[in-house]
């Protein structure tokens, strides 16, 4: 039952708060579970986990409250971009990029990502799922078993389609509603190319070469239902689950090669909270760095700030993958304006045919989003945007310890565009937006391509150069698998030590065709999966 069915949410929302005014005044001092993060997994881990009356949860999450309108109004998500409900990472000055620094915007707060994101909702290719079974070596993690957890969680709100969407999980998805006419022009557009339209994104579209859609989105009743909102929100009047804000996590307490507890920093203080097993949800950037403050990470790594090492990985903070995007943009005959989050069809489709899946992501933007560079080309007041991008890309980056304390800052390594396929990829990105923006079925609706226009050779370089920003999808830096690379095992398990697993992005051997809300999702549904199978709970 989700806070949109109680009868009186006024009176649901009284007894939230002071059931954890009750909770937080004086926690426990040692709890069943400690799940570290509430974003898109944490939020998951710890309701499914709060199900059981007799277990006693501890949510911990360094910001504060999405009791905030630029959070809940969905046309309001760039806002927080850059605010206080954004970690508000800088990459390191990239010589791929021009020496560009990117910032890499993560949400700080109840949520996470999906608190502050663009509530698309895209599960993945058939082949991601497909691959980390074959990495693990655990059919469990395939797409046909990631298949039902989507049936499972989802209260589908479009097209019936029974085979691929489910009707009664916590989880409102529902296709953009009265989408503007320029995201249908788009399908018109794609069409028209040879790409073929499909009822939704979520089904049929990801099991082949993909093709475009209407986006689905995380919006209920016209506000933002964030994973937060749709998992954790319900049952925080009950008893056993305390949501702790304004905590820091510090590094994870071991006694010998068992974690038995957190290190936490709240209201000045440094404290210890013990639990049976501890889960670390908090991103790829905090994930793979509270390992390494808590001893677990390449030896090297750890030596050169005197952490002990309890157990050395060097696939810690190693690995890292975000989907990085070149803006085309369209200038309007006539402005017009924004519907929804502004973002009301997407596309996957490949570079070359003989590919297993998609390797390029496209998003349509309904305003102009130029690049701090591209914006000094000239960029028109009222204009649509190609967030079109590497779905598979090629380079890999690395996080970094800049010193001692655990708060000190992480160095981010993002390494965009550092592999020459990339490149390649990226050139073929931009002739298929170009290809799409000159349509027929744009011409109504548009006066012509602002950027990039019909650049060559290396000039095209360079525009990919300046243009190239995040997809904020950053992933991959606490690795499941079984090399000597990966962090985890098949069931999230941190290997050499007990007690502690990762369930967030940072356990994707490789980022998601897509964005990965949805299949953080699945990861915390996963985890919570093993963990009761583990406490027979």
């Known amino acids: 039952m989700s806070e949109f069915e109680h009868g009186d949410t006024s009176e649901f929302a009284r007894r939230v708060s002071e059931n954890q005014a009750r909770l937080t005044a004086k926690p426990r001092a040692a709890y069943d579970f400690i799940v570290c993060g509430a974003g898109a997994s944490g939020s998951v881990v710890a309701r499914r986990l709060a199900e059981n009356p007799d277990v006693h949860v501890l949510l911990i999450e360094a910001g504060g409250s999405d009791e905030v309108e630029t959070v809940l109004d969905p046309s309001q998500w760039p806002l927080n971009l850059g605010s206080e409900r954004d970690w508000g990472f800088q990459a390191t000055p990239n010589p791929h990029l021009d020496g560009r620094t990117l910032p890499m915007s993560m949400g700080k707060g109840l949520g996470g990502g999906s608190s502050i994101n663009v509530m698309v909702w895209a599960r993945g290719h058939r082949s991601d799922w497909d691959f980390i079974a074959a990495e693990t070596g655990d059919p ?68 082949g070469a993909g093709g475009a859609a209407v986006a689905d989105m995380l919006v209920r009743d016209g506000r933002r239902n964030s994973l937060f909102r749709a998992y954790v929100r319900p049952w925080m009047d009950r008893p056993n689950l305390t949501v702790l804000t304004g905590t820091i996590v510090r590094r994870v307490i071991f006694e010998g090669r068992r974690a038995v507890g957190v290190e936490i920093l709240r209201d000045g203080r440094i404290s210890t909270v013990r639990a049976t097993e501890v889960i670390l ?53 006539e402005p017009i304006a924004a519907r929804n989050t502004g973002n009301e069809a997407t596309l996957y489709w490949k ?12 998003c349509q933007v309904e305003f102009p989003v130029p690049s701090e560079r591209t914006a000094a080309r000239g960029v028109p007041a009222h204009g649509w945007t190609m967030f079109a991008g590497l779905a598979r890309p090629a380079s890999r ?10 708060l000190s800052e992480i160095e981010i390594d993002a390494n965009m565009m550092s592999e020459p396929a990339d490149m390649e990829s990226a050139l073929a990105c931009i002739a298929l937006c170009r290809e799409l923006g000159s349509a027929k079925a744009f011409q109504p609706l548009v006066t012509g391509e602002a950027l990039p226009g019909p650049l060559k050779g290396e000039a095209m370089k360079q525009f990919v150069r300046e243009s190239a920003v995040t997809y904020w999808h950053q992933s991959c830096t606490a690795k499941m698998g079984r090399d000597d690379m990966s962090v985890v095992d098949a069931s999230l398990k941190v290997y050499g030590v007990e007690g502690l697993r990762v369930a967030d992005a940072s356990i994707m051997p490789r980022v998601a065709t897509g964005n990965t809300q949805a299949p953080c999702a699945v990861i915390g549904e996963r985890a919570a999966q093993l963990i009761t199978q583990t406490h027979r709970i």
């Open 351 to 362: 570079t070359r045919p003989q590919l297993e899946a998609p390797d390029l992501l496209f």
């Open 281 to 333: 949800s908090l991103g790829a950037m905090h994930t793979p760095k509270v390992l390494m403050y808590s001893g677990i990470g390449d030896r090297s790594e750890l030596s050169r700030f005197g952490i002990p090492v309890v157990q050395h990985l060097p696939g810690v903070g190693r690995n890292l993958q975000d989907h990085v995007a070149f803006c085309c943009i369209w200038e309007y005959r």
């Open 140 to 207: 469990a993690w395939g797409y046909e078993s990631v298949l039902d957890i989507y049936r499972r969680i989802e209260n589908w709100q479009g097209v019936p389609d029974p085979h691929y969407r489910g009707t009664s999980g916590p989880v409102w998805v529902q296709p953009a509603r009265d989408p503007s006419p320029i995201a249908l022009a788009m399908l018109d557009a794609a069409e028209e190319i040879g790409i073929p339209r499909f009822a939704h994104p979520n089904g049929a579209m990801m099991e």
């Open 397 to 406: 980056g690395r996080l970094r310890l800049t010193g001692a304390d655990p």
